[in-house]
């Protein structure tokens, strides 16, 4: 349906874009981001309105969940992480492979959910460190955790059928570091600008 239509262009610079694409009478509109399948696009890839997005419905899972997850809870400490993985931890990590390109310093407001869900978990106070949050609940940082599911998927990409997706995960970050060096850690992302 050409009402439902919108147009999106990959951009590294801002130029004026082009007319408006008209389908069966309708002219279909420019957007600078676009939503699909929960994975919010810019224009530039930096995946700044996404991770918005994500912290934000993270943050409302949380506090829909507090009460199952607090101190006066009767789950036990192990169920508090499975309820927080299951529910918490999978919006923050969804579709890591195409958003692993970002500096790990954009991970921070997703960090920072974490950090107060291990809080709540583990009954710990404000001033625990965050470093002993991870080390008594047994959990990944969120850059550590996104790296590490973009690493599995990237090594299941040689056996996928289909020809495009094999060849997408056939390189290492470290044969991108030396072949790009100015794109460090933009791995999909110089294949677009």
């Known amino acids: 349906m050409p009402t439902k239509l919108k147009t999106f262009y990959f951009q590294s610079v801002?130029?004026?874009?082009?007319?408006p694409i008209q389908i069966q009478d309708n002219f279909v509109p420019w957007v600078s981001s676009v939503r699909y399948l929960s994975l919010v696009l810019d224009s530039k890839l930096l995946f700044t309105r996404h991770l918005h997005t994500?912290?934000?419905?993270?943050?409302?899972?949380?506090?829909?969940?507090?009460s199952l997850l607090a101190r006066d809870s009767a789950l036990s400490q192990s169920n508090k992480l499975t309820l927080y993985k299951l529910l918490i931890r999978s919006i923050l990590t969804y579709a890591a492979p195409?958003?692993?390109?970002?500096?790990?310093?954009?991970?921070?407001?997703?960090?920072?959910i974490q950090t107060k869900g291990q809080r709540v978990i583990g009954n710990h106070s404000r001033r625990t460190p965050t470093s002993h949050l991870h080390y008594t609940l047994n959990i990944?940082?969120?850059?550590?955790?996104i790296h590490r599911l973009t690493a599995q998927s990237f090594a299941h990409c040689p056996s996928h059928p289909n020809p495009p997706v094999q060849q997408t995960g056939n390189y290492s970050l470290a044969n991108l570091t030396n072949m790009y060096r100015k794109y460090k850690h933009k791995r999909p992302k110089h294949m677009v600008l």
């Open 54 to 66: 994500v912290a934000n419905e993270a943050r409302g899972v949380f506090c829909n969940i507090f």
């Open 140 to 145: 990944e940082h969120i850059p550590v955790i």
């Open 98 to 112: 195409g958003r692993s390109s970002i500096c790990s310093c954009k991970y921070l407001r997703l960090q920072i």
């Open 14 to 19: 801002v130029t004026r874009l082009p007319d």
